[in-house]
């Protein structure tokens, strides 16, 4: 016989995490490892600890359950104020992944506000980096390229590393060419080095070669065939490089591709499903 927690627990697993304008339903994946079993044990020792509610937030979010970290963010913010820009950070960038852009644009713009210099850092490079990349994302995908160039110019004034650098300076190449600004996207471009020592973010720093002419579509489809992250990813720079360059038909080609996969959280992804909204 099913008990009523464990056909709560059902029903909340068959309940989508996101449901597209198109009718799209995309859930979370199941924890096997147990993460968030784990996480909320430790926090239950201490329920108002914040480095467990952030661990909590993570571990939800780890297994695609967006909505939960939205709601353990939520409870970071009640618990420990100084703490804020943080937990706004965390949450704004949750609500980008559960397409609720408004709200990641009023967390995040929040969190820009405030004086990081009253709160720990939560990573070497600060928390700083971090707000501004989402907020620009959020502006990004709403459509305001111009707002999203000028947050992607301030998480570059915070980068820490030529992983940072990428990642910011390709959303900033690609605000401002949607933005109408040729002349200030080639001035990013040149400030990127074929000997810059990338770890972890060679699919930014390939559509930026791209981008450059130092790269071809055929190098960037055979980094997009390496997994479903890289499809969306590395397509969707590829995508936006026809955009500007006028070529609709083959971007739009391109987003369909990234949003026929699996991997819906990537930014990449949730860029490709609102371009097709504005340009279907």
């Given amino acids: 016989m099913i008990t009523a927690a464990?056909?709560?627990?059902?029903?909340a697993a068959q309940t989508p995490e996101v449901v597209t304008p198109a009718g799209r339903r995309f859930f979370a994946r199941a924890d096997t490892a147990g993460v968030v079993a784990r996480a909320e044990s430790t926090l239950a020792r201490a329920p108002r600890d914040v480095d467990s509610l952030l661990a909590l937030g993570r571990a939800q979010?780890?297994?695609w359950r967006y909505r939960d970290a939205v709601a353990t963010y939520t409870r970071a913010l009640d618990a420990e104020p100084l703490g804020t820009?943080?937990?706004l950070r965390h949450r704004g960038h949750r609500y980008i992944s559960l397409r609720r852009f408004?709200?990641?644009?009023?967390d995040l713009e929040r969190a820009a506000a405030w004086d990081t210099s009253k709160y720990h850092c939560e990573s070497v490079r600060g928390p700083s980096f971090d707000v501004w990349y989402h907020?620009?994302?959020a502006y990004y995908l709403t459509g305001d390229f111009t707002r999203a160039?000028?947050?992607y110019r301030r998480t570059l004034v915070s980068a820490r590393s030529p992983d940072d650098t990428v990642a910011a300076s390709d959303w900033?190449?690609?605000s401002l060419r949607r933005a109408g600004d040729e002349v200030a996207a080639a001035r990013v471009l040149a400030s990127i080095a074929d000997t810059m020592r990338v770890q972890e973010n060679v699919p930014y720093y390939r559509r930026l070669q791209l981008y450059a002419g130092r790269r071809t579509e055929a190098d960037l489809r055979a980094l997009m065939a390496t997994g479903d992250l890289e499809r969306a990813t590395v397509g969707y720079g590829l995508a936006t490089w026809h955009l500007v360059q006028g070529d609709t038909a083959a971007a739009r080609a391109l987003w369909r591709e990234i949003v026929a996969g699996t991997y819906w959280p990537?930014?990449?992804?949730?860029a490709a499903e609102t371009d097709l909204q504005r340009m279907p």
């Fill in 172 to 174: 900033l190449w690609m």
């Fill in 102 to 106: 408004p709200e990641a644009i009023a």
């Fill in 135 to 137: 907020l620009g994302l």
């Fill in 266 to 270: 990537a930014f990449g992804f949730i």
């Fill in 61 to 63: 979010a780890s297994v």
């Fill in 85 to 87: 820009a943080i937990f």
């Fill in 6 to 11: 464990v056909a709560c627990l059902l029903v």
């Fill in 149 to 151: 160039a000028a947050a």
